[in-house]
């Protein structure tokens, strides 16, 4: 029997992928949450008349108008806990940045299925993550092509057979850019993605590589692989989403046209296939592969190296980093100036052991005000 979806996050990019998937394989839809009461969330309570409305941050008039939906409407910042704990269900948590760590643990300690799309999840709370995880008995499936490839391609497959994990990158608007020919890139040159079309810090972490960075740390959790055994390579036309090679040489990729629709329908019905109407023609195929320049895009090595150095060191350079690219997409920072925030206020916050929300909380606001004291002393 399909189970029912809550969506956190259901107005967004992915939220909106997500119903998408549902309505072609007439999934039930048990929740939809989003920060305001917009007219798509409106649109989205009308078309879903049995699903519960979770409204994160509702403005007074906001409150007003969907209090026609009457008792369906959660309101306030436990609305998507609330719903995430829905027993039974497929949670997808779609909600951006490190507000949407408390939804994951509820998901996964109501025992659901966590189809995991809000990176940030992982990256500042993964150890808290997987306790919750061995506690509450849930699944934990990754929506991100590149995890969601790799996710496929170790399925049937030991851990221990696992030679590495090899995570492609696009590249991003600046591939092939010297450092000193990104010294005066511009937020418009930063945020025009040749690939994917997503929100504006990560398109920025896709052009500093730091999202792959970040995809090396939420890797490591989801897989339970070393560091030292997860690559990074240079894949521009993004048909191979990540590769995987085994101690006996063979090497599985996982590979389709870039449409986000597949990952997501795939954490949804896993173990299964649907059919989809997404189809691929691999001799219109031309792949290329390349090692990053570490040089002129140096974000890359020191969001890895905060993973190397775990506890709270991923927390510290995730908020660095929301705080550095807004400052670029504002003028205050220069595009190289990024790696070098991030880099300073990794040194500067000290590290703690993780083992609560709370601990995430502490170290984010910490190293969101040392980032910020940064930006402002080199304006």
Known sequence: MTRPLVVLGATGSIGRQVLDVARRLDFPVAAVVARHGSDALAVIADEFPDAAIGIAAPTGSERERFSAYGSRVRSGPDASVELASMPGAIVVNGIVG????????????????????????????????????????GELIPVDSEH??????????????????????????????????????????????????????????SASLANKGFEVI????????????????????????????????????????????????????????????????????????????????????????????GGSAPATVNAADEIAVGAFLTGRLGFLGIASILEQTMERVPQVKLTSVEDVAYVDQEARSVASSLIGGAC
């Not at 996964?108 to 997987?130: D, F, M, Q, T």
């Not at 995570?167 to 025009?192: I, M, Q, V």
């Open 218 to 309: 939420e890797a490591h959790h989801l897989f339970g692989i070393p560091y030292a055994q997860i690559d990074v390579v240079v894949h521009p036309q993004s048909i191979v989403h990540s590769f995987v090679e085994f101690t006996d040489g063979s090497v599985k990729a996982q590979m389709g046209e870039p449409d986000m629709r597949i990952p997501i329908q795939y954490a949804l019905t896993h173990p299964q296939r649907f059919a989809a109407p997404t189809s691929s023609d691999p001799s219109t195929w031309t792949l290329t592969f390349d090692m990053p320049d570490r040089a002129a895009f140096p974000a890359l090595d020191i969001i890895i190296e905060a993973g190397m150095r």
């Open 98 to 137: 490190v507000a949407g760590l408390r939804s994951s643990l509820a998901a996964l300690e109501a025992g659901n299925r966590l189809a995991l799309a809000n990176k940030e999840s992982l990256v500042a709370g993964g150890p808290v993550v997987l306790e919750a995880l061995r506690r509450g008995g």
């Open 148 to 205: 969601s490839a790799v996710f496929q391609c170790l399925v049937g497959e030991e851990v221990e057979s696992v030679r590495r994990l090899v995570l492609t990158a696009s590249g991003g608007p600046f591939r092939g850019k010297t450092r000193e020919e990104l010294e005066n890139a511009s937020p418009a040159d930063a945020l025009h993605h040749p690939t994917w079309s997503m929100g504006s810090r990560i398109t920025i972490d």
